[in-house]
């Protein structure tokens, strides 16, 4: 015979009920507790187990010293207790629940605040008393920030994105990793986001512990060089310009096997101090031919347009009609010109 049974019908990846199993579980661990439920996220019932009995419902007679139901005891009958609870977990006024979970086998009912008290009292007429959540305050770890922006083809070292993810996971290092690529295969690790590529990331970078560039090869390395230029260490592998464009092992970043074997993860997940980084100055202002730009004087020159054909104008996200005038810059005016929409009318620079 089981001593507390807490049944909840499905125990789902995510929400409430199932936060409240997790500290119950840590919490009560040295009593007698048994978690029932019908259906239930595997990675849920796994950490769950380390603490209480967990068991699976599907149709068997449970007998138990207390029965303590979530929500709802639709099993309520076949199971044989000294004493029948059911806990309330929501405002079932405000959310307008019916039919309300009303059993004559209840001994007691209890409200997880007194606003659900208070309201399901209100609703009900039944007497309830209020039992709040147990909690267990945690420290809560440092989640390591790491960024990435990158093809994830075999050279870029997408295989090796596994292979990091695994052992921060695997040394219980607590990590979000932002991919900004424009490849629609995803990851099966939890921690790594997918997202839509964009011209500048650079805040991003900013607000990062480390940028992360495991390729086979590169030849400059412009996301290496733009995070170091904004004080965000890096972790690369040993790629032959690393030293040249000034990585510095230890002191603004890590430098890592091709093979990804013996990974510094203590020491990636302890950080780095800050440190001072100036890029390798270039030399096109000496090869480049000598003149003042004309294509800035023609942002500054404006035209007035008259649209003679109707199109749909990406400026203005709409259709232009023919005889409407508006001012632009001769670049874009030249490139309106092209697609035959309009004609200059004068020009007022």
């Known amino acids: 015979m089981y001593k507390n049974v807490f049944y909840f019908g499905n125990i789902n990846a995510i929400g409430g009920i199932e936060t409240f199993f997790w500290h119950l579980a840590r919490k009560y661990k040295d009593w007698d507790i048994t978690i029932l439920y019908r259906t239930g996220d595997l990675q849920q019932i796994h950490r769950l187990e380390k603490f209480v009995r967990v068991v699976q419902y599907t149709g068997q007679k449970i007998v138990c010293e207390k029965a303590f139901f979530n929500y709802n005891a639709d099993i309520i009958d076949n199971v044989e207790a000294e004493e029948y609870n059911l806990i309330l977990h929501a405002d079932y006024k405000a959310q307008n629940i019916r039919p309300l979970p009303l059993y004559p086998k209840i001994n007691h009912y209890y409200a997880c605040s007194n606003l659900v008290r208070d309201t399901f009292e209100e609703i009900s007429g039944v007497k309830v008393e209020t039992l709040y959540n147990p909690f267990i305050p945690e420290k809560p770890q440092k989640v390591l920030k790491l960024i990435s922006a990158q093809r994830l083809t075999a050279e870029k070292g997408r295989d090796r994105i596994d292979v990091l993810a695994s052992a921060l996971s695997n040394a219980g290092v607590p990590f979000s990793w932002q991919i900004f690529t424009n490849s629609k295969l995803p990851f099966s690790h939890p921690s790594i986001t997918l997202c839509k590529p964009k011209l500048n990331?650079?805040?991003?970078?900013?607000?990062?512990?480390?940028l992360v560039q495991l390729s086979d090869t590169e030849g400059y390395s412009y996301s290496i060089v733009e995070?170091?230029?904004?004080?965000?260490?890096?972790?690369?592998?040993?790629?032959?310009?690393?030293?040249?464009?000034?990585?510095?092992?230890?002191?603004?970043?890590?430098?890592?096997?091709?093979?990804?074997?013996?990974?510094?993860?203590?020491?990636i997940a302890k950080g780095l101090?800050?440190?001072?980084?100036?890029?390798?100055?270039?030399?096109?202002?000496e090869i480049l031919a000598k003149g003042e730009s004309s294509y800035q004087k023609e942002l500054k020159e404006m035209v007035t347009v008259e649209c003679i054909n109707t199109y749909l104008d990406i400026e203005f996200n709409r259709m232009m009609n023919v005889g409407e005038r508006w001012q632009v810059n001769k670049v874009r005016a030249g490139k309106l010109l092209a697609v035959n929409g309009v004609k200059i009318v004068d020009d007022i620079s």
Not at 201 to 210: F, Q
Not at 227 to 232: D, E, I, P, Q, W
Not at 245 to 259: E, L, M, Q, S, T
């Open 273 to 285: 101090p800050p440190f001072e980084y100036t890029p390798r100055e270039d030399r096109y202002g």
């Open 227 to 267: 995070a170091l230029s904004v004080g965000t260490p890096v972790i690369i592998t040993d790629i032959p310009v690393a030293k040249e464009i000034g990585v510095v092992h230890g002191k603004n970043g890590f430098i890592v096997p091709f093979d990804m074997s013996n990974l510094p993860i203590e020491e």
């Open 201 to 210: 990331i650079l805040n991003e970078v900013a607000e990062a512990d480390y």
